[in-house]
């Protein structure tokens, strides 16, 4: 088990890192929120699907945003 934990280190801290230096990811992260408590709000009785649903697809909205950021520090190292 502590081994299948481990393997998680290097994801959390590639998160963090974004979170602490990209201000586009860390402007998602907060719309996460906003946009999460205002569809439970306004859509009270949501199904536990739709809220897997909401959650799920707020997230890859985050995956996108970390391939964007990537993609474009890549394209700056190589293109100054």
């Known amino acids: 088990m502590k081994k299948f934990l481990a393997r998680f280190a290097h994801p959390i801290r590639g998160i963090t890192y974004a979170f602490r230096n990209d201000q586009s990811y860390r402007t998602n992260v907060y719309l996460f929120g906003a946009i999460t408590t205002g569809v439970f709000v306004l859509f009270e009785p949501l199904a536990p ?12 909205i985050l995956i996108t945003e970390l391939q964007n950021s990537a993609l474009e520090t890549a394209l700056d190292r190589m293109h100054p």
């Open 49 to 60: 699907w739709e809220t897997l649903f909401v959650i799920l697809s707020y997230a890859l």
